[in-house]
């Protein structure tokens, strides 16, 4: 069994409630949306088919601990369920970084779903599956990233009409050299809004790294 990779690096978490520990990335090539502010379009078909146990092999010499498991759109690939619960029974926590528009319960019950709702700002609002939303488990976070006053009207919307993930793991980021991390704050301090204000920290430590980051 084998998977299209794009790249497996080993980096520090930049998001999520994992921000700032230290864990393997493993890429998978494709993805079916084209969001306005992607970095990773890379990704959308550069890759080679690499075996389970070569990818397991690889995350093992980084050592066991946190793998995130991302795109791409990881979930295009039924593999990738597979790849999560090897990664799992090998003693890793796996975080799988998925798009919002793939069904997410294929995913293992241990692994952490970092579902990735996108705002009009993305021009893929419409391609979500929100049926996610009832399907989000107590470990998973939702992520927003925010691009205007409207993209954070609309998900502040979503979020109060929609069952809301545990405190602290409604995640907003502000989009990269378009909102101000200091606007978007402010916006959730004035709605006392149940949400994580996410800065993208891999962005501030290697601001000029394309890839492996």
């Given at each position: 069994?084998?998977l ?5 690096f080993?980096s ?7 921000a700032g520990?230290p ?18 379009t890379?990704?959308?078909?550069e890759?080679?088919?690499?075996s ?14 946190l ?6 759109e ?13 990664l799992?029974q ?6 799988v970084?998925t798009?919002?528009?793939?069904d997410?319960?294929?995913l ?10 996108k ?8 391609k ?5 939303l009832q399907?989000?488990?107590p470990q ?7 691009q ?6 609309w ?9 809301r993930?545990p ?10 050299d378009t ?8 916006w959730?301090?004035?709605d006392?809004?149940e ?8 962005r ?8 492996g980051?």
């Open positions: 069994m084998a299209k990779v794009n790249e497996i080993f520090i978490q930049g998001e999520s409630t994992f520990m864990g393997t990335f493993v890429r998978l090539a494709g993805c079916n949306l084209r969001c306005t502010y992607c970095d990773t890379y990704a959308f078909e890759g080679h088919q690499t389970i146990p070569d990818i397991l092999s690889i995350v093992r010499s980084n050592g066991r601990g793998v995130t498991v991302t795109g791409g990881p979930l295009l690939q039924n593999e990738c369920a597979d790849l999560t619960q090897r799992i090998d003693g890793n926590t796996v975080l970084e798009n919002g528009s793939m997410i319960r294929c293992p019950d241990e692994s952490v779903c970092i579902l990735d709702i705002c009009p700002g993305s021009g893929m609002s419409q979500m599956d929100y049926e996610n399907n989000l488990r998973d976070e939702l992520k927003f990233v925010i205007s006053r409207a993209d954070y009207l998900a502040r919307e979503l979020l109060e009409g929609s069952p993930p405190a602290g793991k409604a995640l907003f980021s502000p989009a990269h909102l101000e991390p200091r606007e978007l704050a402010e959730i301090l004035a006392r809004l949400a994580r204000l996410q800065l993208p920290l891999h501030l430590l290697w601001p000029t790294l394309e890839r980051k």
